[in-house]
Every structure is written in structure tokens, then in C-alpha cells.
């Protein structure tokens, strides 16, 4: 369990890891709608406790994303997940996550890796999509990303 509290934009970040989890996701759902309380907080880091060491990946998200901006700039990405414009959103989203990347010297690899954590937060956690909607939209963000980039293979 990590020291101290953990903010908002940490939280929105674990809870990204906590959805996929069927036996979670209503109890991290539930606390994503009020995680500004730090019971809401509590119980997304208590649930990924069960799992991973908190404050490993905690340390791991401050060294490779940039999520205090993300949270301050969530509003700025959220866009229709039944829009029609495919191609206008993954621009818009694109642009906005290039504006977080903590340095412009990176390799286009290590830029794509970047944009698919930081694009999965902010459809999990932040736009609260379906299983069905993240797919979609993930799959087109990558594709755009892979594009841009020309990143061929992302590793894991």
C-alpha cells in the first residue's frame, strides 16, 4: 500500500488497471463516481492491492505518464463515443496526449507506448466507456498512433 494519500489522478490510473477485473468493476465503478472522497480512493487502491504492489506501479506511473496533467486536462480530451468523424477524434485525442508527453526527444516506440497508456486511461477510467466502446476507440487511437509514429510493434 502506498504512504500517504494518493491523488485523484493516481487513482483514475489504478482504477484503469482494476476494470478489466469483472469481480471489481462494479465496486470501482461505484467509487469513480464520487473519487473525489478518499473512501472512493481507498477502495479503488484497496482492490488493486489485491492484485499488484500499489505503490510499485504508483512509482512506475510518476517515472512513465504523466497523469496529474491528464487529470487536469481530462475535459479538453472527452469527445462522443458515437461519433461518426473517426478520423477527427483520434486527431484531436492524438494532439492532446502529444501535449503530455514529458519529452519530445523520446523514440517513436517509447511516444507510442506513452499515447496506448495514457489513451486506455482516459477511455477507462476517465470516459468510463463499455468494454465494447474502449475496443473500438482503443483500436483506432493505436492505429492513428501507429501512423503517426510509424511504430510498427508495440512491445509488452
Not at 12 to 23: E, F, G, N, T
Not at 71 to 91: C, I, P, R
Amino acid at each position: 500500500m502506498p504512504r500517504g494519500k494518493t491523488t485523484i489522478a493516481e487513482v483514475y490510473a489504478l482504477a484503469c488497471l482494476a476494470l478489466p477485473r469483472k469481480d471489481e468493476k462494479q465496486q470501482v465503478m461505484a467509487s469513480l463516481q464520487s473519487v473525489r472522497l478518499l473512501v472512493s480512493r481507498s477502495t479503488i487502491v484497496k482492490s488493486c492491492a489485491k492484485y499488484f504492489d500499489v505503490g510499485l506501479v504508483l512509482g512506475l506511473f510518476s517515472r512513465a505518464l504523466n497523469l496529474e496533467d491528464l487529470y487536469k486536462t481530462h475535459k479538453e480530451f472527452l469527445f462522443d463515443a458515437n461519433s461518426d468523424d473517426v478520423l477527427g477524434v483520434v486527431s484531436m485525442v492524438f494532439l492532446k496526449i502529444e501535449q503530455l508527453l514529458p519529452a519530445a526527444n523520446w523514440p517513436a516506440q517509447e511516444k507510442g507506448v506513452f499515447f496506448a497508456n495514457t489513451a486506455a486511461i482516459l477511455l477507462r477510467s476517465y470516459m468510463r466507456l463499455s468494454d465494447k466502446q474502449v475496443d473500438y476507440w482503443y483500436a483506432r487511437l493505436i492505429q492513428f498512433c501507429s501512423w503517426k509514429y510509424l511504430v510498427r510493434k508495440y512491445s509488452r
